[in-house]
């Protein structure tokens, strides 16, 4: 499927279109995510999420850091190239800041979390991250740590019991709060998983 990765680890591909419209819903209410946010997301895949995100709220930037190249690259760019070509969704891509995706290793970025182009610091953070291993999983937990500007993240995951020890296992820090946990599916497959909302 388009969208997975020869390079990555955990799973490839995104969940639906209505999954992230619930989540983006989700972190406006709960952690402010709007117009003035940075928006990363770790893992960006072909940019799917980043697009709708830029369609649907227009953030000041969105941005993705992604290992493949090929989806960092040539597939991201026929997303970006059809969704501005799309008679609604192109004039609302073309009047945003357009997003874009950085081919690269996120547990290998320097916190704190800061967008490739412009510097600005990240505040919140989108990963489809199931499946990711634990050196993967406590990347992340390292960045969102280390990165004072956070007000929010969400990631996608296997249902967990108690996600936050989970989290806590895997570094993430003791000042997070969960806001929201929402059943999401992922596109073709139908596989299900939940978004963890948390706010900081
Ligand atoms: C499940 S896909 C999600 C893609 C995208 N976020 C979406 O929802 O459409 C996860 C992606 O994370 C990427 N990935 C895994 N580990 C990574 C790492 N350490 N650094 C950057 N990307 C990584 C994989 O290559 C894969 O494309």
Known sequence: M????ALGSGIGGS????????????????????????????GAGIGRPLLQMAVSIAPRVTFGIELDELNAGVRYGGVLNSV?????????????????????DFTLCKPPLACFKSGLLVTHVYSFCAGMPQGT????????SMSPCIKGFALVMHHSHNILKTLHEFGFPNTISLVDSIIVRQCGSGAQYRAYVFSR
Request: aromatic share 2%; charged share 15%.
């Open 2 to 5: 388009v969208g997975d990765s």
């Open 15 to 42: 969940i639906t279109t209505e999954g992230v419209g619930k989540v983006v819903d989700s972190m406006t209410s709960h952690c402010k995510l709007g117009a003035d946010s940075v928006v990363c997301d770790l």
């Open 84 to 104: 501005l070509k799309h008679p609604i969704l192109g004039s609302r891509l073309a009047s945003a800041s357009l997003p874009y995706v950085q081919q690269g």
């Open 137 to 144: 999983m406590g990347g992340i937990g390292n960045l969102i």
